[in-house]
């Protein structure tokens, strides 16, 4: 049997042919090469972009933790109020936008990239998260703490409930994920159990704001008693007021106003005789070192508003600074001897609002010369 005898043309055209297709794919590859590497170096530079700034967010809430958590629990009150309800909603906020954030990453993140096509979308949306979840590292107790122990100021009780609530509507959240993955074998859409854990993180919320202990910081719950006795004496409240800021109670309104001062509240009493006039201002601070910085700066003033000569105290408790003042009713000058009875009469005022403040009754004591008039 004979064998085939190749065609020579037909051997010369498909050198031909591989000779040229190796040459267009040099000079497609030549022509890409440039491409592909600045794909690379930019890709490059946007990941050092990232670990810098990630890097950089790490060391600020390393070195400035205690500052930064303080600052967002002073804004909270300031924004708030610091009413039960908005210090709840605050803590519980702070711990659930970044689970929130991660919800909508599931859902829109990579696809909303994918459909913008930009690069630069994606490493963003990434970048907004880092602080958000540094943010919740501040609010997370040491090994021998607890929340109760780095958290401090006024509103801080709320805003821990705020906290635990929205840790367990996270929890409850994980777990029906984790559940309708199983259940479904992975073939439902990503929206049902995202979604399902989404409702059981915003239900934590109504549930956290009512669970909050009531906050004592308005007038009439810081001054809810029109008579107060202690030690056989009986004082009538005759006003009660409240404001926000601090402007008006000293004449130089800087003395108070040296650090930010969220709101005044105000009560004014006099004795079952009618003759010592006590007025009590206490303003509140964002913390309890702002008070104590505001307090060591007023120095010997006078209040305004007094009526004739008055003995005048001035003193912090927590984020409080007290402004007292008692004097005579009818304005007459304080003779001899009277300064500690009038002075009695505030002591009494002041120690039922810290009792109010504190939870329990604190009886005041005759010490130092501030005695009832009649012992």
């Given at each position: 049997?004979?064998?085939?005898?190749?065609?020579?043309v037909q051997q010369v055209t498909t050198r031909a042919e591989r000779r040229a297709a190796a040459a267009a794919k040099r000079a497609a590859d030549s022509a890409t090469a440039p491409?592909?590497?600045?794909?690379?170096?930019?890709?490059?530079?946007?990941?050092?972009?990232?670990?810098?700034?990630?890097?950089?967010?790490?060391?600020?809430?390393?070195?400035?933790?205690?500052?930064?958590?303080?600052?967002?629990?002073?804004?909270?009150?300031?924004?708030?109020?610091?009413?039960?309800?908005?210090?709840?909603?605050?803590?519980?906020?702070?711990?659930?936008?970044?689970?929130?954030?991660?919800?909508?990453?599931?859902?829109?993140?990579?696809?909303?990239?994918?459909?913008?096509?930009?690069?630069?979308?994606?490493?963003?949306?990434?970048?907004?998260?880092?602080?958000?979840?540094?943010?919740?590292?501040?609010?997370?107790?040491?090994?021998?703490?607890?929340?109760?122990?780095?958290?401090?100021?006024?509103?801080?009780?709320?805003?821990?409930?705020?906290?635990?609530?929205?840790?367990?509507?996270?929890?409850?959240?994980?777990?029906?994920?984790?559940?309708?993955?199983?259940?479904?074998?992975?073939?439902?859409?990503?929206?049902?159990?995202?979604?399902?854990?989404?409702?059981?993180?915003?239900?934590?919320?109504?549930?956290?704001?009512?669970?909050?202990?009531?906050?004592?910081?308005?007038?009439?719950?810081?001054?809810?008693?029109?008579?107060?006795?202690?030690?056989?004496?009986?004082?009538?409240?005759?006003?009660?007021?409240?404001?926000?800021?601090?402007?008006?109670?000293?004449?130089?309104?800087?003395?108070?106003?040296?650090?930010?001062?969220?709101?005044?509240?105000?009560?004014?009493?006099?004795?079952?005789?009618?003759?010592?006039?006590?007025?009590?201002?206490?303003?509140?601070?964002?913390?309890?070192?702002?008070?104590?910085?505001?307090?060591?700066?007023?120095?010997?003033?006078?209040?305004?508003?007094?009526?004739?000569p008055v003995r005048s105290v001035f003193s912090v408790a927590h984020s409080w600074v007290l402004v007292g003042t008692s004097g005579h009713a009818d304005g007459r000058a304080i003779?001899?001897?009277?300064?500690?009875?009038?002075?009695?009469?505030?002591?009494?005022?002041?120690?039922?609002?810290?009792?109010?403040q504190a939870g329990f009754h604190i009886d005041p004591e005759p010490k130092d010369g501030i005695a009832p008039r009649t012992p």
């Open positions: 049997m004979s064998e085939e005898t190749p065609n020579p491409k592909a590497a600045k794909r690379k170096q930019g890709s490059g530079r946007w990941g050092m972009l990232v670990f810098l700034g990630i890097a950089a967010l790490i060391a600020f809430y390393v070195l400035l933790g205690r500052d930064s958590r303080s600052a967002i629990m002073q804004t909270a009150c300031v924004v708030t109020g610091c009413t039960s309800g908005g210090m709840a909603a605050a803590g519980w906020l702070v711990i659930s936008l970044p689970m929130l954030y991660l919800a909508g990453w599931s859902l829109i993140g990579w696809n909303l990239a994918a459909v913008v096509k930009p690069g630069w979308l994606r490493i963003g949306y990434a970048l907004l998260g880092v602080p958000l979840f540094l943010q919740v590292l501040l609010f997370v107790p040491g090994k021998h703490t607890d929340l109760d122990d780095i958290l401090a100021g006024p509103g801080s009780d709320q805003m821990a409930t705020g906290i635990r609530w929205a840790g367990i509507g996270i929890g409850i959240g994980i777990v029906l994920v984790l559940a309708t993955s199983v259940v479904s074998k992975g073939r439902t859409s990503p929206l049902l159990p995202v979604g399902l854990a989404v409702l059981a993180v915003l239900a934590a919320l109504p549930v956290a704001i009512t669970r909050a202990d009531p906050t004592y910081y308005r007038a009439a719950d810081a001054f809810p008693d029109t008579t107060i006795t202690a030690s056989g004496d009986v004082l009538q409240r005759v006003d009660r007021d409240e404001f926000d800021g601090c402007a008006g109670v000293f004449a130089a309104d800087s003395l108070l106003e040296y650090r930010h001062c969220i709101r005044t509240v105000t009560a004014t009493y006099t004795t079952d005789d009618s003759d010592a006039l006590v007025t009590l201002r206490a303003v509140l601070y964002g913390s309890d070192d702002a008070a104590r910085e505001v307090r060591d700066g007023i120095g010997a003033v006078t209040p305004l508003g007094v009526n004739g003779a001899e001897g009277e300064p500690g009875w009038l002075l009695w009469a505030l002591k009494q005022a002041t120690y039922r609002f810290l009792s109010i």
